[in-house]
């Protein structure tokens, strides 16, 4: 069955640094988001994207985070400057939506500390 | 944010019988809930949905309810199975993005 995959599954960065996260997402899948997770809280919604654009976005994906679908497969977040309170799992998930809606299959995270 | 709550952190149930999964939401606007399934390291699964529009929806062993009054949502599990052992999560779609409980932990005894 096809699957949402994310790299790496863990990484290490120093406070003040960037750090990019990819996905690749299921292959016919036109929408794709970004979720995260604070160890003991809920899954929080990032932002969503479609059509080469934002769709929509929380109040949590500020200005230091980014997205962006370089190629025709991948689909990456970057988070500019990395602070302590950014260390979290960090979810992808893509949906079809072309024929109605569908629901959203998520990878197996990547897990960010900031040191 | 508690727009979705799951109130029951954890849950025990023997091999064979039934696991009732709760939810409960506030904002009538959802128009789709789903539950998600989570293995330790790995991504939430997804199980099954329903429509708000519909009241119940079944996949094998799986079953959702949706009662749109009391604004509640339950995913019934029979007959429980060991590899039915995980976090189970609920879900409400809103404008694109899910907006997710704290999740129950289900733990089937053999």
């Known amino acids: 069955e096809p699957e949402v995959t994310q790299t790496p599954s863990h990484q290490v960065t120093q406070m003040g640094q960037e750090v990019i996260l990819r996905c690749v997402p299921i292959s016919n899948h036109l929408y794709f988001y970004w979720y995260r997770q604070i160890l003991g809280q809920k899954v929080e919604f990032l932002v969503s994207f479609y059509n080469n654009e934002i769709s929509e976005k929380s109040e949590i994906f500020d200005d230091q985070f980014s997205v962006e679908r370089p190629d025709g497969s991948n689909f990456t977040l970057k988070i500019r400057s990395t602070k302590l309170e950014d260390s979290a799992m960090y979810f992808c998930a893509s949906s079809e939506e072309d024929r109605g809606w569908q629901p959203q299959h998520f990878g197996d995270g990547t897990r960010l500390s900031i040191l | ?110």
């Open chain 2, 1 to 110: 944010d508690q727009q979705v709550k799951q109130n029951s952190p954890s849950l025990s149930v023997q091999e064979g019988r039934i696991s009732i999964l709760n939810c409960d939401y506030t904002n009538s606007m959802f128009d789709y809930f789903l539950w998600y399934k989570k293995y330790p390291a790995e991504g939430p699964t997804f199980l099954i949905s329903i429509s708000s529009i519909k009241d119940k929806n079944e996949d094998g062993r799986f079953t959702v309810f949706l009662n749109k009054s009391a604004k509640h949502l339950s995913l019934h599990i029979v007959p429980s199975q060991p590899g039915d052992s995980a976090v189970y999560f609920c879900a409400a779609r809103g404008n694109e993005k899910l907006t997710f409980g704290t999740g129950t932990r289900l733990t089937i005894i053999p």
